[in-house]
């Protein structure tokens, strides 16, 4: 019995936790998630990838964190801040091309990249403190206000038939 034991410990520790192919046989960017959300505070407000929605490694991992599922016409830019703490994006790797507009819009946020121990990227999160979201909310707000005086003064003629 203690010599299997010995085996399945040199199986796990020296060989497949240690080969990229079985870290991308699981859940990897889902487990890395669910971690990762455990981390901001209680008060911060989650917004996540549609991709990882409900998926168990987060849901478990992170302990059924409240999220809201990140609809990009809606949460980008904020219109209201609706948390008293920070606002976190997490995002699939395919979304970092987001995060040059993320860093305009909330300067003093910061982005990361999440990779597996082997370089591989899992997923990219963007964390914009509270100071920066009201900020953005309130730019939302007056460019919104702009463009509906800049309609009201230029509308198109009717013409007639």
């Given at each position: 019995?203690?010599?299997?034991?010995?085996?399945?410990?040199?199986?796990?520790?020296?060989?497949?936790?240690?080969?990229?192919?079985?870290?991308?046989?699981?859940?990897?960017?889902?487990?890395?998630?669910?971690?990762?959300?455990?981390?901001?505070?209680?008060?911060?407000?989650?917004?996540?990838?549609?991709?990882?929605?409900?998926?168990?490694?987060?849901?478990?991992?992170?302990?059924?964190?409240?999220?809201?599922?990140?609809?990009?016409?809606?949460?980008?830019?904020?219109?209201?801040?609706?948390?008293?703490?920070?606002?976190?994006?997490?995002?699939?790797?395919?979304?970092?091309?987001?995060?040059?507009?993320?860093?305009?819009?909330?300067?003093?946020?910061?982005?990361?990249?999440?990779?597996?121990?082997?370089?591989?990227?899992?997923?990219?999160?963007?964390?914009?403190?509270?100071?920066?979201?009201?900020?953005?909310?309130?730019?939302?707000?007056?460019?919104?206000?702009?463009?509906?005086?800049?309609s009201a003064h230029h509308r198109a003629p009717r013409h007639s038939?």
């Amino acid at each position: 019995m203690l010599y299997v034991g010995a085996v399945n410990a040199d199986t796990f520790f020296n060989k497949q936790a240690r080969d990229p192919s079985v870290w991308r046989a699981v859940s990897a960017p889902e487990a890395a998630i669910g971690a990762y959300l455990r981390d901001p505070p209680a008060n911060a407000q989650v917004y996540l990838s549609p991709a990882f929605e409900r998926h168990s490694a987060v849901e478990l991992i992170s302990r059924r964190r409240p999220y809201t599922l990140l609809n990009l016409a809606e949460h980008l830019p904020l219109r209201s801040v609706q948390a008293e703490g920070d606002v976190v994006y997490v995002m699939e790797t395919l979304d970092r091309r987001l995060v040059p507009l993320l860093q305009q819009i909330y300067p003093d946020g910061a982005a990361d990249y999440h990779q597996d121990p082997f370089g591989a990227s899992l997923f990219v999160s963007y964390r914009a403190p509270t100071a920066a979201v009201a900020q953005g909310a309130a730019d939302c707000a007056l460019l919104s206000r702009r463009r509906r005086r800049w309609s009201a003064h230029h509308r198109a003629p009717r013409h007639s038939d």
